[in-house]
């Protein structure tokens, strides 16, 4: 059966500093990767996603990146975190049309 | 475009009553329809998926949800709710062939004892 992790669960950084986060699926080929972010009190909001090795495409101009150096992991990263950037980043892959996610990771900026 | 539109970001109902949330697509072409339910602090979970095979879906812990392309309407429901269907509940559209979702804005459900 297929997993999703994501880690860490939690994180605190202050501005200014760098970030990464990692997802990695198991139990899968070729899947189809996105990075979502929750706000407090918002919807989810696309931030990127991935159709291949290497194939990112950006929702949301920001100061975060996105790389996908493997088939099965997916990595969000940022050089310089904003107090906006804080939130739950959830990692989700796709085969088909519905898609499955991970546990998340809970980023506070102070 | 495609859009979902959640009506209530927030419902409440008392504990043994029926659950409604509510959800509607703008595409005249019938899509494939998911909800999802998010409880705190957790990653998003499948609840059940409209694929076009029957209008009538039956899902986890009890809900189902009715496709009426008439109504272009997907609305969740569960006969009896129990204080562990406290969660946020996302309903999502996507295009066929498309793997992208757009989502709903969520509605957070509250379960009064």
């Known amino acids: 059966s297929q997993t999703i992790h994501q880690w860490p669960a939690t994180l605190v950084q202050p501005v200014g500093s760098p970030l990464s986060l990692e997802c990695t699926v198991e139990g899968t080929s070729n899947p189809n990767l996105y990075w979502y972010r929750q706000a407090a009190g918002r919807g989810l909001q696309l931030l990127f996603y991935?159709?291949?090795?290497?194939?990112i495409s950006s929702e949301v101009p920001q100061n975060l990146s996105a790389s996908r150096p493997q088939d099965r992991q997916f990595i969000l990263s940022s050089k310089k975190l904003l107090l906006s950037d804080s939130g739950f980043y959830l990692c989700?892959?796709?085969?088909?049309?519905?898609?499955?996610f991970g546990p998340g990771t809970r980023l506070t900026v102070l | 475009a495609q859009s979902v539109t959640q009506l209530g970001s927030h419902v409440s109902v008392s504990e043994g009553a029926l659950v409604l949330l509510r959800c509607n697509y703008s595409?005249?072409?019938?899509?494939?329809l998911f909800w999802y339910v998010q409880y705190p602090n957790q990653g998003l979970q499948l609840l059940l998926k409209y694929t076009s095979a029957a209008t009538l879906v039956k899902g986890i812990n009890g809900f189902e949800a009715e496709f009426k392309k008439s109504e272009t309407s997907f609305h969740l429901t569960k006969p009896s709710a129990h204080m562990s269907d406290a969660a946020e509940y996302f309903c999502?559209?996507?295009?066929?062939?498309?793997?992208?979702?757009?989502w709903g804005a969520g509605t957070k459900l509250i379960i009064k004892p």
């Open positions: 595409s005249s072409v019938p899509p494939y």
């Open positions: 991935s159709v291949g090795i290497g194939q």
């Open positions: 999502a559209v996507s295009d066929l062939g498309n793997y992208q979702l757009i």
């Open positions: 989700a892959w796709s085969g088909g049309n519905e898609q499955f």
